[in-house]
């Protein structure tokens, strides 16, 4: 990896919220760190939900669970680093307690959340994301659920949520989509009662949508569910998979210094932002993964 290159790329191609979001691995520091989350409050709206292509596959300026469940992931990642200390922790816990009535307003009556609204078909957006039209599901749920609990978050919400994933979970049969496979895992992960989630583990060796060891086309990764060390998510994975993937990832950097994306987004912008999203996601796991 060409650590300088990349900063570049950044400097030069990504949002202010990547950006931020990358000098907190480079220079780790409390204000940086809070910088993040005031990044993420300008693709806030009144409902007091997340939108304008805060996901950049989605261009519609309307609130999405896809965004709150975005944001949870860049405050996942500001939770993790070294600049976290108690006031970080306390502005990351308010800013994420505060999605809660929003997430409340479009919950289904059985505690689930569908991962976009209809309202997306009026605007750009990936192919894949078809006419909005989706029913509630783990993805997002069971993710939304895992990322308000690593945040600190308490509210009734969570416990209709939670009983939603637990009784979605407890149904699965057949194979499982990777996207589907990491939202729970990371609720399991999180979920208080330790003996319940130790009788609903995935096996990861059947998931569809994911590459164990590197190969073509599209597909998560071990580090997509687990990108650091410490993560307790890596036990799932064999040492030499994560390692190959590792080595992948330092060889995908393009000649400006980015990373590519292994999809079609749905626009230049679009793109952009793409490539800063996995630009900033590389720089931070080859770092914290030396070899």
Known sequence: MD???????????????????????SAPDPVAAGAVVDALAGYRNADGGLGHALEPDVRAPHSQPLAVDFALGVLTQVLDSPAADPDVRRKVAGFAGSL???????????????I??????????????GDGRFPV????????????????????????????CRTRIEALSGPVDAHTAVNVLHFLATTPDRDWAGRHGLSVEDLTLFHLYPGEGYGLTPLDFAPLPDDPLRSLFPADAITAHLDALAAAQEADGGWPVSWQPPGPAALLEWRGVVTTHALRILTANPR
């Open 3 to 25: 650590l300088a290159r990349a900063r570049a790329f950044l400097d030069t191609h990504a949002r202010l919220l990547e950006r931020r979001l990358a000098l907190l691995w």
């Open 100 to 114: 809660v009535p929003y997430l409340e307003s479009v919950t289904s009556p059985d505690g689930g959340l569908p």
């Open 116 to 129: 976009v609204l209809p309202d997306i078909a009026d605007h750009a957006r990936a192919d894949h994301w």
């Open 137 to 164: 599901g783990l993805n997002p749920t069971a993710g939304i659920v895992a990322g308000l609990r690593k945040a600190g978050v308490s509210a009734a919400w969570l416990d209709t949520a939670d009983e939603f």
